[in-house]
């Protein structure tokens, strides 16, 4: 079946600028995440949905960066005012069970953003 | 929070020899280790992950194992293939909670021929 799908698969933006990433969930996964990843790091965890639950956003980095779920499926992160720091690639995983039952989180392709 | 250490950064092979890749963690409430194979341009792929109620797990030419006193994990690839190059991450999480993994910083893996 389909995987999760991502777009843009990449994004140049000027610093100050508004940009909005989309991330499409396996089909029936419940939970949703997105982390960051830095060139040559580790992933980052950003922020959690769970089903109608109140988001995780302690991974958040600023107040620039905010996300939301419509209807428990397609997920848009969006980062204000950009900065040259918010380059990286940003990662989208959907895990099929509801917490605590499965913690096999799936990862899409991922969004390239670059900020000049 | 959690912290993840992940060793070596880089690790070259030669095809067919085994390759061992090792990781703490600091949270001994942590109780789900995944593994993630991430290649070029690509999302990482899940490849094989442990839970804290067994000690090793094997599928094909892949293992691994668990050491919850010692807080450490380590990802065992024998018989490398030039296809195994990649970059892996270990990671760590708590289930039945948020479930949000923390990744180590990534292994980079060369096999050469």
């Known amino acids: 079946g389909a995987g999760v799908s991502q777009s843009p698969s990449n994004k140049v933006t000027e610093k100050g600028k508004d940009v909005e990433l989309r991330c499409d969930p396996i089909?029936?996964?419940?939970?949703l995440y997105w982390y960051r990843q830095s060139l040559g790091q580790g992933l980052e965890f950003l922020i959690y949905f769970q089903g109608n639950s109140a988001p995780d956003k302690s991974g958040l980095p600023s107040d620039r960066f905010s996300a939301e779920r419509t209807g428990g499926s397609v997920s848009t992160l969006t980062i204000q005012r950009t900065q040259q720091e918010d380059s990286a690639v940003y990662l989208c995983?959907?895990?099929?069970?509801?917490?605590?039952?499965?913690?096999?989180?799936?990862f899409g392709p991922g969004t390239r953003l670059t900020v000049l | 929070g959690e912290n993840v250490e992940q060793h070596p950064s880089t690790l070259s092979v030669q095809e067919g020899d085994s390759a061992v890749i090792k990781c703490t963690y600091s949270?001994?409430?942590?109780?789900?280790f995944p593994w993630y194979k991430q290649e070029l341009g690509k999302g990482p792929q899940l490849i094989i992950d442990i839970r804290s109620n067994v000690g090793e797990k094997k599928d094909q030419r892949i293992a691994v194992t668990l050491n919850k006193t010692a807080k450490h994990f380590s990802l065992h690839i024998t018989e490398t293939q030039p296809e195994d190059s990649a970059v892996y991450f270990c990671a760590a999480s708590i289930s039945g909670t948020a479930s949000k993994l923390t990744f180590g910083t990534g292994t980079r893996l060369q096999v050469t021929l």
């Open positions: 949270d001994s409430a942590s109780n789900y």
């Open positions: 995983a959907s895990s099929p069970q509801p917490r605590g039952q499965s913690d096999t989180q799936y």
């Open positions: 089909s029936g996964h419940t939970a």
